[in-house]
């Protein structure tokens, strides 16, 4: 089982639809959790911290589930702009403290 | 400006030609990592320093080595590159003042071919 884990997608969606992507780690001790987006070929940006009561930031939410071992992040009233990868990166706990592992990215297109 | 600058943005050279990635971070974070990027496989950390003298390796650290004399730097040296050397790579550092603040700082990425 992969440390974690996305679903690729793609997500084509019309402008104006909610869309939820899904994250799942392995690692139960894992510390911190984080969304980023990326456009092509382009370095990564912090799109959100996830914390464990959940937190919105606009028409983005993100959610932490520690029993289940996943994160996701919904998107409400989609931009032709939202179209990127989103990378969920979960930061290691116990003895993998301090190791980032990202997951391999969820492409979504918004489409007019 | 908080930034991360990572050096050259584009690399053509050929196998077992010894080369250098700089990266050099000017907010004064402790940890740093290295990043190469596939298609189909994502992000995958190669090394990572969680303060000076203290380096660590990733998912892939094979054919890399990285050293880190001080705070603000830390080069990814490729001995002797070979083909499958051949990615995207993107130097980070973590603002790491609490769990609710951290955030990975990138450079702009080095594509890398090796012949």
């Known amino acids: 089982r992969k440390e974690v884990e996305q679903d690729p997608g793609p997500f084509n969606v019309p402008e104006g639809a909610t869309v939820a992507f899904n994250c799942t780690y392995s690692?139960?001790?894992?510390?911190?959790f984080f969304w980023y987006r990326q456009d092509c070929r382009k370095e990564p940006k912090l799109l959100m911290s996830?914390?464990?009561s959940g937190n919105e930031d606009g028409r983005f939410t993100a959610q932490l589930n520690r029993a289940s071992q996943y994160i996701s992040l919904l998107i409400r009233d989609s931009k032709l702009s939202d179209s990127a990868t989103y990378l969920c990166?979960?930061?290691?706990?116990?003895?993998?403290?301090?190791?980032?592992?990202f997951g391999q990215g969820t492409i979504l297109t918004v489409h007019p | 400006e908080a930034q991360v600058t990572q050096n050259p943005r584009y690399l053509i050279t050929v196998t077992g030609k010894k080369l250098t990635v700089t990266c050099s971070q000017n907010?004064?974070?402790?940890?740093m990592s290295w990043y190469r990027q596939d298609p189909g496989l994502g992000l995958r950390q190669i090394y990572y320093?969680?303060?000076?003298?203290?380096?660590d390796k990733g998912d892939v650290p094979e054919g890399y080595k990285v050293s880190r004399k001080e705070k603000r730097n830390f080069p990814l040296i490729l001995e002797s590159p070979s083909p499958n050397q051949t990615s995207l790579y993107f130097c980070?550092?973590?603002?790491?003042?609490?769990?609710?603040?951290?955030?990975?700082?990138f450079g702009s990425g080095t594509q890398l071919s090796v012949l």
């Open positions: 990166v979960v930061k290691g706990g116990g003895t993998s403290y301090g190791k980032l592992t």
């Open positions: 690692n139960s001790a894992s510390q911190s």
């Open positions: 996830v914390y464990s």
């Open positions: 907010m004064n974070h402790e940890y």
């Open positions: 320093s969680m303060n000076v003298e203290v380096t």
């Open positions: 980070a550092s973590l603002g790491t003042g609490t769990a609710t603040n951290e955030k990975l700082f």
